[in-house]
């Protein structure tokens, strides 16, 4: 029942709030929270320990650190800055012997001719690439004794390459033997409120594309032989899900009028995915497949590019 009625997302705060929603306790799924009040930045962090904990949240085990930034879609640079100093002491975390020399390749998933999709081509981008550089000319071209090994690809999508992405990145990996991969992504989100304002880590890796249904080879330690760190923002939400958002305001509405609060009282009858599951029959077969993103995302996805590959610059620097 509950795989019948999961909700579509890619963050794992969504799917524990859809349980907590419905008063069921995910024994084997740990949640720890905190809030930055000076950065206004709520930071949860859930972590899956079990199989029977994985196969309920329909995520694989490992760590989920989420950063909640309601104001990180203004074009604010100094907010950016504390965004991105924040980050990268959670990057930080999940890198394993982050003190010590590593080679690390960077992977920017999506479309880089679709804007909401170009979040990973971007944040490769922007980086500070050193491995070339190390290598022709030696640590001290960096101006350090110690310096990390950073490698950069972006490998499109299937259409543009007939090629997975796994198969890309395995055979570069092979190639260049980086001791971790940090892949970069775009996510679905489940509510409107967290597009361009959500920013999850997580350990397990990535499947490409599993946001907006094409699921692709996943990019894992067990598929790449490295540890892989996945960080990804949510850009887009399917119609189903602004079609509930719109719901619950309309029934807040209602609630204040006295003729209307019995439909706003049968419509809280359902539970979060029974709601959605009966908007998507509804909408279907028209607008199932439609997903949206905000007017403005070409600017979101420059300054959100910015704000990672800032991060991930200030992960990578050696002390």
Excluded: C
Aim: charged fraction near 25%.
């Amino acid at each position: 029942m509950l795989d019948k009625f999961r909700v579509r997302t890619d963050l794992a705060l969504e799917a524990k709030e859809s349980f907590e929603q419905d008063d069921v306790e995910i024994k084997g799924v740990v949640v720890e929270e905190e809030y930055d009040e000076e950065r206004e930045i709520h930071i949860t962090k859930v972590k899956i320990e079990t199989e029977k904990g994985a196969k309920a949240m329909g995520k694989p085990i490992g760590t989920y650190i989420t950063l909640e930034a309601p104001n990180m879609s203004d074009p604010d640079e100094d907010y950016h800055k504390e965004i991105s100093t924040v980050l990268a002491g959670h990057i930080r975390n999940l890198i394993e012997h982050s003190e010590e020399e590593q080679s690390i390749l960077v992977v920017g998933l999506g479309n880089r001719e679709v804007t909401p999709d170009a979040l990973g081509p971007e944040v490769v981008g922007n980086l500070l690439i050193t491995r070339h550089v190390i290598q022709e000319y030696g640590k001290l071209a960096m101006g350090k004794d110690k310096v990390n090994l950073i490698s950069g690809i972006v490998p499109g999508v299937m259409a543009q390459t007939g090629m997975e992405t796994l198969e890309i990145i395995r055979g570069v990996v092979e190639e260049t033997k980086p001791s971790l991969v940090i892949a970069i992504d775009a996510l679905a989100a489940r509510s409107t409120k967290r597009l361009s304002r959500t920013i999850q880590i997580t350990d397990t890796g990535i499947n490409p594309g599993s946001g907006v249904g094409n699921h692709r080879h996943a990019l894992t330690r067990e598929t790449l032989g490295v540890p892989v760190i996945a960080i990804g923002i949510p850009t887009v939400v399917d119609a189903a899900t602004i079609v509930n958002d719109t719901m619950e305001n309309l029934i807040e509405a209602m609630e204040q009028s006295d003729h209307m609060k019995g439909f706003g009282n049968t419509w809280r009858e359902f539970d979060s995915s029974e709601k959605y599951q009966l908007i998507r029959e509804l909408i279907s077969p028209h607008l199932n497949g439609m997903f949206v993103t905000p007017k403005d995302i070409d600017d979101t996805i420059k300054r959100i590019s910015f704000t990672v590959s800032e991060a991930l610059n200030m992960a990578f620097q050696l002390s």
